[in-house]
């Protein structure tokens, strides 16, 4: 069964320093998106992608977030310069161009020091 | 603003007893619900979910959610509660086709022997 993969699974940093996590959606799907989970708190949605560019976008994703697709499967979240408060589970999720279901990937536990 | 509300943060069953969650939503317009699933250090997986048609719904596990336009509720049930089913449990809406979740804030599940 296709599933969404993320690298790497745990990411330590030090606050002020760039970092790209890495997703590699259903290899049919057209719809991407990244939610984050802080510890102890709800999933949040950061921002959706579709057809090369930004879709939609929570008051979250500010300056400091960018996405990109650089090639025809991976789907990256860069945080140009990380905060402490930036610490927290990263999902990746994507969805086919009929489907309503978003299937998630593991997820990328970031800590930022 | 669109909002999920979960009763209950923290549910605590016996192995066998009924299992109930509960989910609100906040729309006039009917959205596509869903339940998540997170077991501990793990990802989201998808148990169910209701777009149209039939407004009982069968998901993976026994486990089955009812939407009630009324109530704007889509609670989510299980005759039997096994030890494997702890974990935590997140309803999510979906207002526009192709767009973001709402998440509600979780709801832990807890079986006790």
């Known amino acids: 069964e296709p599933e969404v993969t993320q690298t790497p699974s745990h990411q330590v940093t030090q606050m002020g320093q760039e970092v790209i996590l890495r997703c590699v959606p259903i290899?049919?799907?057209?719809?991407f998106y990244w939610y984050r989970q802080i510890l102890g708190q709800k999933v949040e949605f950061l921002v959706s992608?579709?057809?090369?560019?930004?879709?939609?976008k929570s008051e979250i994703f500010d300056d400091q977030f960018s996405v990109e697709r650089p090639d025809g499967s991976n789907f990256t979240l860069k945080i140009r310069s990380t905060k402490l408060e930036d610490s927290a589970m990263y999902f990746c999720a994507s969805s086919g161009d009929r489907e309503e279901t978003q299937y998630f990937g593991p997820g990328t536990r970031l800590l930022v020091l | 603003a669109q909002s999920v509300t979960q009763l209950g943060s923290h549910v605590s069953v016996s192995e066998g007893a009924l299992v109930l969650l509960r989910c609100n939503y906040s729309?006039?317009?009917?959205?596509?619900l869903f339940w998540y699933v997170q077991y501990p250090n793990q990802g989201l997986q998808l148990l169910l979910k209701y777009t149209t048609g039939a407004t009982l719904v069968k998901g993976i596990n026994g486990f089955e959610a009812e939407f009630k336009k009324s109530e704007t509720s889509f609670h989510l049930t299980k005759p039997s509660a096994h030890m494997s089913d702890a974990a935590e449990y997140f309803c999510a809406v979906r207002y526009n086709y192709g767009q973001n979740f709402v998440f509600g804030p979780g709801t832990r599940l807890s079986v006790l022997p």
């Open positions: 290899s049919n799907h057209l719809y």
């Open positions: 992608f579709y057809n090369n560019e930004i879709s939609e």
């Open positions: 729309s006039s317009v009917p959205p596509y």
